[in-house]
């Protein structure tokens, strides 16, 4: 072995405490409760050819954005990098996702020598732009989302850029609290350069690059080994949405084919659909990250998230396509397509490892904001997202009531939702019969039921999962789909993306979508089924029909006889992912 | 009841997975002390034998012992293993799954075979039922008592023997719960019945229907237990009053515990950080970082100015042991006030692999007590980090804990050549310093999770190190974060045992009133706090302390409106008024500055929870004096060959006692080797003995 494996978990777990104090500072100093609450962070150390060496805790979505972003300032700037920099920028057609995200860069000098640059993207409450919140699923063009910041430095040599500031202040709704949650990364990025000086005391700049490479090669190694655990072939699966928020009637494709040749993979999005006049656009580093993630997922070890992991992975996407927009294509909202381009990813890694993925999920967060007045006339913005639910495996049963696993956030107390906003929730619960019926149940959908006490509010809501629903495996049913509601004095449906007045004393209610199911239905314990049916997770009329299992009161037990002349005879259904 | 104790035998009593430590003070005022196997299948078993051998060696009649303070992971085991009591909970209609949807967050990433913890309460036994109120304590929908009582019959048939209640917003109208409670308690006298408005009556419905399901869950087993060796200590003729320590480091009798269970969950942990910081008080150090390592998990905590930095919530019975804030969702969530501790998973029985990669991993999995280290020759052949500091002369190659347990190094060594050494191509020694070097960079992160995340530079402090295994690596540890003095106390192995000896009888409670300070409501914050004083002293008074004996402070939960960092501070004065409540903002604001580093731009501030401490002063005997001739005292000085890695090499050092050190420092390198552990001082450092038997070990920076 040409490395000492000691230094590299050393060096390995250094710069992971660096990275991670990274976002423990900006959750600490940070102003806004999406990065002190919901933690809407990530951070990472990249060397100095902008490869990521170490991603931070954070979030999942963000992993492959990391080196498109470095790229982007390494063009901008080249050589004219100076101790005492910082870089920001957030424009998704130079080197960002969404302008919410803004990226932040601090190079790290030994002497005159650069080691690589300390990282930290953050979400932040506002850019600006044509709706409150900056992420309106009804943009059209990137010029309504808000504030473009191209490449630019915050600081230069030390010297804060003052014009700078004084435009992202005057672009914005809240310009205290975006400065201030600015700032915060501004000191993430400070403990950045600290930390890493501090290693470069312990073990020199050349033996802390040497081990850049290690850990990149350590990386790439995982990689190709789990790589070359998924047979050689050509995986497809299509994947869609229900519509792009503007023209409601037209479902939008996210296509995959998954080439895989040895320990090499190349994922390929051609098919999928042209880029949509909605905000769902998403960018090429997006989508890589959703590929990464899912890639990610079906390692079993808990290998550095650096770019050698990337290194065997290549993603293809035609231009102005939906995951490789063209300006000005919109893309605020463009986590929805990253959460299909998993569920795509998924879908067709089930045909080459079936026991390793799961069956779709919810499909993601249903987000929506309530913006109007109380009962005595105070302006209040409320916003919150609602999941989810994961699909079932082989062997692995769905989980009811559950964050997405590429968008890990947390739910709102209803206690201090009616303590902080003219709001009263009337139901959060799962839903029986929700979940993709299999040998493996996919897990219950969430009803979230809201009702308005304020005098008047428009309610803007985005969800998705209505009628492609998601997909069962080897057999499983899909879960079943989502939808809204309004209470007007009678419950009505509402479409899946909308804006609308909201007016005292109306309510409305959200269904998340279920999990799919994973096997055959008919070959679930009986006893597993008793069980749902006992919880009420299962309706004793669901148990007769999709799993064949006769479970009669009281106390609850299976008519072991009713069930197998209940099961004889009935035909399997098709293995595969189910159809939506 | 007297409040004085009168000077015979105090015991504390600390259960570990492997052995139970107890110290005792006796009543000439020096410490002794005692380890004996633990007994899994009934843990009062070996506490009662080892306070009965104790007694018959010392010539000590049944009568002598004077008190017993316990700590028992035995509530926490039984929500590891999902032991507890079967329990049902009553809800509002609507919210039958709070519970199970928890906050929704997974702990961690790119792991499609996460399971969530399955909820201590199945959906089958969760009974919504119709009644409403709302944030600001309105009942809008009456509750039916009628409803509830198909669902006693349903409880009765299903064999429930412990119920918890949780509706929204009782924090602020607890009358549904009220009445509710009061029927179960008719009708089922013989079923636990928690209320969350008893247990916890804070905002926040995932976080107090937690607690008080898990209250509900463990309390009738922890009643059943104290009686037990209640029982067993009488026919011995035993008949002390039994306390029980608290996740928070203050004790109640073993009557409220029982009641009261969700407050002793990691009572063991907190008893050592408890003995910390009276150390600390008694050697004049303010800021102290504990190192407590055993055989699965190294726990740090910090004492800052002489305080225990306190949390808030905690998750108990998570698998993970990276305890961030950053990583939650693994667990049962407690809201109960408790020392701040931070646990990682590398202890002394802690695997070491090579990954297919080439990448050595320490931990989290865990060789345990059974089959323990390699060493201890029970069938484990995988290296372990105690097998590491055997290969590299750290600690003691015949036996551990004072003889009563056999090692074989060989075994480590083989171990270590095979798994390790061989397919990287390390030497044997380079191999173990390796895993002991990782195990320590392991345990940096537990410290910095609790320091760096509260704003603390760790380097600011001195550490403390105890536990069978925290001195082997404390001067490591110190190294890497900074810190340049280590202090080892006397007996670090029963160091938790003796801490719970110095707590103080504390009773807490608290209440959420939410509102803004400038247009609260002065006088019915004051008969909230009236309200807490009263249900505090009664329950101390029904302990049988004396009125006379207690002291109360209180304290505020403030955060600037908006945001949601709220902080605990002082609250100033007995009576609330404007003045006193300017001067908890204060507070607030300094202790804000110190951990987020700024002022908030705005004088707008919430009060979210008042709080109530009730500190009962009984005029006890702590004792810091240890019995010499605990400790094996070896007349000749040996030397042996020790491993400190490729800089320093294989050095001959000495194999000192305690009471070799005098107060002159030497250099190192030197192994001190005691009773239960081993100490060591690594070739850049010094070591001597303070006037108080505590090992300094100051490290050379330059």
Redesign the interface.
Known sequence: MSFDPVRLELVKNGIGSVVDEMVLTVVRVAYSSIMKDTMDISSAFCDREGRMIQQGLSLPLHLGSFPDAMDAVRAEFGDRIAPGDVIILNDPYHGGMHLPDIFMFQPIFADDHLLGYGVVVAHHNSVGGRVPGSSAADSTEIFQEGLRIPVVKLYEGGVFNETLQKIIGLNVRIPDVVLGDLQAQVSACRIAERGMLELIGRYGVSELERYFEELLDYSEREARRAIRSIPNGTYRFTDFLDDDGINMDQPVNVCVSIRVEGDEVTVDFDGTSPQVRGAINSTLSFAKSAVYFSIRSIMDSDVPNNSGFMRPIHVVAPPGCLVNPQPPAACAARGVSGFRVIDAMFGALAQAVPEAVRAAGEGGTTSYSIGGYDSEGRFVLFREAVMGAWGAGCNREGIDGVANPAANISNAPVELVENQAPIRVERYELVPDSGGPGKWRGGLSVERQLRFLGKEATLQLRSDRRRHRPYGLAGGGPGAPSDNFLDDGGWGNLPTKFTMPLKNGQAFRHTTAGGGGYGNPLERDPNLVLADVRNGKVSPESAKKDYGVCAEPTPWRVNVQATASLRAGRSSPEPGPSTF | METQIPRQFRVGVDIGGTFTDLAFLRPDGKLDKKKVPSTPTDYSRAIVEGISDYCSEKGIPATGIAEIVHATTLATNAILERKGTRTALITTE?????L???????PL????????PVPLV???LRFPVSERV??LGNVLVQIELDSIEPIISEMT?EEVEAVAVCF??S?RQPLHERQVGEVLRREMPHVHVSLSCEVLPE?????RTSTTVVNAYVAPLISRYLETLRAKLEEINIRPPILVMQSNGSLISAESAAERAVTIIESGPAAGVVAAARLAKDSSCSNVITLDMGGTTTKASIIERGEILRAGEYEVGSPISIS?R??RGSGYILRIPIIDISEVGAGGGSLAT????????VGPRSAGAHPGPACYGQGNDLPTVTDANLVLGYINTHSLAGGALRVNPDLSEAAIKEKIADP???SVL??A??VH??AN??M??AI?SVS??R?RDPANFIMMAFGGAGPIHAAGVARVLGIRRVLIPPSPGVFSAFGLLRGEVEHHSARTV?THTRDANLVEIQSRFDEMREILTSRILGEGFAASAISTSSFVDLRYQG???EITVPFPASQVTTEALRIAEEFFEEEFVR????RG?TKDFELVNIRMVITVSRSVEHGSEWLSESDEVSAKPLKRDVYFGADFGLLPSDVLTRHCLESQPRSGPAVIQEYDTTIVVPPDCSVFLDGRENIIIDLDFS
Not at chain 2, 100 to 106: G, M, N, S, V
Not at chain 2, 354 to 361: E, K, Q, V
């Open positions: 609507g919210f039958r799954d709070v199970e949807l928890r906050r929704i967050r997974i990433s790119y792991d499609l075979d996460w399971e969530k199945e959906r089958a709302d944030a048939s929204l917003h924090y905002i926040l419905e995932f976080e961030s950053l990583v090579l990954d297919a990669g080439g990448a050595m991993r990287s191509g390390l380079d191999a310093y390796g070097a990782i960079s392991n940096v992160r910095k760096v995340e704003g939410l945001q949601s960092s951990t987020y580093g700024y731009d």
